[in-house]
Every structure is written in structure tokens, then in C-alpha cells.
């Protein structure tokens, strides 16, 4: 009974030393990561020292230079999945023969044929890069051909194909296409009465618009011109000025042409109409500002004068071609009339129309602010500081802001552009060297300037500078125990020492948890029992101003 007893430490004391052995391995330094595919069975690296056995058809696993499994987060950007057992790596993409659809072709119906052929087995799948909204449509699972048709939508189709092998390895290819499986209509054309000064609109309904030409003159001097930059689309609108000085006084027929890709065409009906060519004349033009409002005074002359319109484009693109009318009302040629914008800079342009169609346009820029900004928050507003500060305001014509810190007699200031304006609460951030005033109180305010001249500033806020992150005194703070059990030993100095924590990586959600949360004699002590497996924990010691050293150790508990 004594010698089994004997054998019996002798045997602990070994698998101790075997164990340790394996966490010296096992905390060495990995410098690459791959892929290992494996079939029902296989394990890495063999079936001698199996770390992991598949117990599924096919398997993919991600591991490290020597050969131990880990996170799939560190395989994310690798492609070329290796196999064990002696079989040969596939780090090849599959190879795609397209014949149909066919780039920048133009197909007359909505129903598209896919013609697909592999040289080996995969997934078939593709997004449309317009309207998919990122998502990916499964065609066909471990096949070597497909030929069938997708429905798309008509105009320019914009897709990305993927084919996907058994071993992950894969191929894209973007195609582009049109669908114009329907016909245009031209919906109305102006002018279609009473005078035209040079201005013609066609309204169309057409997805795949290829070509507009308007027609124009007398019987004997018909001439034509093609429009530019015209949309495709339902409910449609496109223009053209044209010079008709040569036939001011007479009158001409016009009429539009439109073709679409499939080189299908609709022609408007003629219309036979006037020419006045002359443009209105401006003879005053005044305006005033009150906060928001702007009053304009026009003097205009002009015997056939249709209406007065305005649009307005602020910074933030809002407003941009919308036309509002303004002088519905007109004496004596006189114009007078109030308008109001939003807050910010706005480019407004008066359009002055005759019945001809003849306009003349005024434009000028306004500053329009009738709000003061409102600091909301600033930070750190207690405790201490490390020279990260913030401020959340409202206020959408900011022109400046600024931070002003330090002691009495030695005040400093830096402007703050690290800002987030997409929110009505906008927020800045700003990170300036209190070197000078470790372990001293300073005083700190923000101050805000608008577009108008409008300035505010916060409440000034007297805190104390620790900008030293803490600093551990071992190095080697922990140690591996018995039963999954982690000794812990940290020695830090630190004044306004808060808390140590650790993020364990292994897990499947990691969150944050206390190891220490106060020091005695600068020391903590703490033990934590692991599960069985592979931990990667990042350890973080912070101080109360928000200074912080992180540290990372991996272990295994077997």
C-alpha cells in the first residue's frame, strides 16, 4: 500500500510538470493564423493529439501557427483553408464561365437568363448593388451549372455574383445590365399656348431614357437639338433654352422625340405658338432681415408678366428646387412681399417670369440665426481630469468653439473641431496637454460664437489634473493553480487609483468584470476559478481621472 501510495505522487507530480509544460507551449507567441477544413472524424493536428474532432459532415476551424484552435475573428480576412490527413490544400477560387447576363447589355424584358458553368462544385449566390441592401441571394447549392431566369427591375442593373467551393474558397464577378421592357410616353409639353420666349419642357414617363430632341421653326426652316443631362424615370421632366431670336414676332411649330435603349420611340404631338423673346426688366431691387423674415421691394417692368417665384439652398441642402411663389399681388409693376427661412446661411434667387416664358434671376446669400446656442453638458464636471474634455450643445450655425483652461494667471485656450454634428445635440471632443499642471486644480469653460455674432459660455468648473496612468510594480501578477484556479497579486501605485478589471476574450460574450476595486498598502490580492479551455483575458488598471494600462495574458485550464 505504501508503494502505490508513493507511485501515486510520483504520477501527480509528473502530470504537474506535463501541465505546465503545456502552458509555457501554449502562451507562446502566434504569428499567423489559417483556416483548417476537415471531414467527419479528422482531428487537429492528428488522431494521436486530437484538439479538436469533427463531428459534422464538414468542418471549419480556425487555429493558429501550431496547430490550437481559436477564435474565428482572427481567420476573418484569410481565404485558403488547409486540410489535414495527408489531403492536398484547395486554395484555389472556382473558375465561372458567364454567358448570359452579358455587361452593358440592354434586355427588353424584366425576366433576365442566367447562364452559369463552374469547373467544380459550389454555392451560387448574388446581391443587387443598387436596391439589395447588402443581402445576398442563394441561386443554387454545390452545383456546376445554372441556366434560369431572375426578375429585375427596369434601367441599369448593378450585381455581384459569388461561387463559393466546398473549402471556402471563392470568386466575384459584378455584372452590369439594363431592363427597358417598357415603352416611353411623353405626358405633356409646355409651352402649349400663348407665347414662348425659348424655354421648352417635355413631362415623360420612361426608366431607360437613351435620347430627347425637340423640333422647332417655320415650314421651310424646321431645325432640331438634343437635351442634355435628362432623367429616366416616372413623372419625368426635362428643359431646354433655345435662341429664337430669329423668329421673334412669328410664330413656329414644335414638337418632342423620345427614345429609350431598345430604340423604341414616342413623338409628341405638334403645337403651333408665338415667339417673345424679350426678358423682364428689373429697375429696383431691395430687401430687409428681421430675425427670420425678409421682406423684399421689386420694381419691375414688363407688359406681359406671368410671376414671381423664389428657391432657396442652405448649407444643409434643404430647400433645394422647391419653388414658392411670392407678389401674387402686383401694383404698378411694384412688388412687396415677406418670405421666411430657417436658421443658417441660404442662397436665395428670385425668378421673374413673363407669359413667354422669359425670366430674369437675382441671386444673393443670407445669413439668417435668430437663435443663441444652448451648452447642454461639458465634462469631466467633477472628480479629475487627464486633458480629454467634451460639450454637448444645440445649435446649427456654429461658427467657433473654443476651451479655455488652466490657473489664474496663466489662462490658455484652443479651438475645438473634433466634432459630431449629425444629432439636434451636437457634441465635440478635445484632448489638450496638462503636463504643466499635474496634481494642481484648473479652472476650465467652453465658449460658442454663431454665425451671427451670438456668443455664450458655460459655467467655469474648477477640477484637478492626474493625467499619470497607474503604474504596476510586478510584472508578474498572476499564477496558475490547481482546479482551474488563477492567483492574482497586483502592486500598483497610483493616487487615484479606481478599479482593475479583465475581458476575457475566450468567452462567448465577453463583458467586463472587477478584479479589484481598492488597494491596500498599494496592493491586491484575488483569486478566480476558470473554466476548462482557452482564456485570453485583457486586464485593464484605471485611475479615476480615466488613466489606464492594460495588460494581456493567455493561459489554459486543463
Known amino acids: 500500500m505504501l508503494k502505490k501510495k508513493g507511485r501515486g505522487k510520483k504520477t501527480k507530480l509528473l502530470l504537474i510538470t506535463i501541465s505546465a509544460f503545456v502552458l509555457i507551449f501554449t502562451l507562446q507567441y502566434v504569428s499567423a493564423y489559417k483556416w483548417s477544413c476537415l471531414s467527419y472524424g479528422q482531428s487537429v493536428p492528428n488522431d494521436k493529439e486530437p484538439r479538436f474532432t469533427c463531428k459534422k459532415d464538414y468542418c471549419r476551424l480556425c487555429l493558429t501557427d501550431n496547430n490550437y484552435p481559436t477564435l474565428p475573428s482572427k481567420c476573418n480576412d484569410l481565404s485558403v483553408c488547409s486540410t489535414f490527413d495527408n489531403g492536398d490544400i484547395d486554395a484555389e477560387p472556382p473558375q465561372l464561365t458567364i454567358t448570359s447576363p452579358i455587361d452593358n447589355n440592354i434586355y427588353n424584358s424584366r425576366k ?123 413623372n419625368e421632366q426635362c428643359s431646354i433654352n433655345i435662341d429664337l431670336q430669329e423668329f421673334n414676332g412669328n410664330e413656329i411649330d414644335y414638337w418632342f422625340s423620345l427614345e429609350d435603349f431598345a430604340k423604341n420611340v414616342d413623338t409628341s404631338k405638334k403645337i403651333r405658338i408665338a415667339v417673345d423673346n424679350s426678358v423682364p426688366i428689373i429697375k429696383n431691387f431691395e430687401y430687409t432681415k428681421d430675425g427670420r423674415s425678409v421682406r423684399f421691394l421689386l420694381e419691375i417692368e414688363e407688359n406681359f408678366l406671368d410671376e414671381i417665384i423664389y428657391k432657396y439652398t442652405d448649407m444643409r441642402g434643404k430647400g433645394k428646387g422647391k419653388e414658392k411663389k411670392i407678389c401674387s399681388r402686383i401694383e404698378n409693376g411694384v412688388c412687396n412681399d415677406v418670405i421666411k427661412l430657417d436658421d443658417g446661411e441660404q442662397e436665395i434667387t428670385i425668378i421673374i417670369k413673363d407669359i413667354a416664358g422669359n425670366k430674369v434671376l437675382k441671386t444673393l446669400l443670407l445669413n439668417v440665426d435668430s437663435k443663441i446656442p444652448i451648452i447642454k453638458m461639458v465634462s469631466p464636471s467633477r472628480g479629475f481630469a487627464n486633458g480629454l474634455f467634451d460639450i454637448e450643445f444645440i445649435e446649427d450655425n456654429y461658427k467657433e468653439i473654443k476651451i479655455m483652461y488652466g490657473v489664474e494667471n496663466e489662462m490658455r485656450s484652443s479651438n475645438v473641431n473634433d466634432c459630431d454634428l449629425d444629432d439636434k445635440i451636437k457634441s465635440c471632443t478635445i484632448i489638450v496637454n496638462l503636463n504643466d499642471f499635474n496634481n494642481k486644480e484648473i479652472k476650465f469653460w467652453f465658449e460658442i460664437e454663431d454665425n451671427s455674432g451670438n456668443k455664450v459660455k458655460s459655467k467655469e468648473i474648477i477640477i484637478k489634473v492626474d493625467n499619470q496612468a497607474p503604474l504596476l510594480i510586478n510584472e508578474n501578477f498572476w499564477e496558475l493553480a490547481q482546479k482551474g484556479k488563477v492567483m492574482f497579486n497586483f502592486e500598483v501605485t497610483d493616487n487615484n487609483f479606481d478599479k482593475i478589471t479583465y475581458l476575457d476574450n475566450s468567452d462567448r460574450r465577453p463583458r467586463e468584470k472587477i478584479l479589484c476595486s481598492g488597494l491596500k498598502n498599494n496592493k491586491c490580492s484575488v483569486n478566480k476559478i476558470f473554466k476548462l479551455g482557452n482564456h485570453n483575458l485583457d486586464i485593464m488598471i484605471e485611475d479615476k481621472a480615466g488613466n489606464a494600462i492594460s495588460k494581456n495574458i493567455e493561459f489554459d485550464i486543463v
Do not use: H
Not at 427596369?154 to 466546398?166: F, R, S
Not at 431607360?208 to 424646321?222: A, C, D, P, R
Open 112 to 234: 433576365v437568363l442566367f447562364d452559369i458553368q463552374s469547373n467544380e462544385l459550389v454555392t451560387i449566390s448574388y446581391v443587387d448593388n443598387i436596391m439589395g441592401r447588402n443581402r445576398w441571394k442563394k441561386l443554387q447549392s454545390l452545383t456546376r451549372s445554372y441556366n434560369r431566369y431572375i426578375t429585375f427591375y427596369d434601367g441599369l442593373n448593378d450585381i455581384t455574383l459569388k461561387a463559393v467551393d466546398k473549402n471556402g474558397n471563392f470568386l466575384e464577378v459584378i455584372k452590369k445590365f439594363y431592363v427597358d421592357s417598357k415603352e416611353p410616353r411623353i405626358k405633356d409639353t409646355f409651352p402649349n399656348k400663348g407665347f414662348v420666349g425659348g424655354e421648352f419642357i417635355i413631362e415623360y414617363d420612361e426608366e431607360n431614357v437613351k435620347e430627347i430632341k425637340l423640333y422647332y421653326g417655320t415650314q421651310n426652316n424646321i431645325k432640331q437639338t438634343t437635351l442634355n443631362n435628362c432623367p429616366s424615370g416616372k
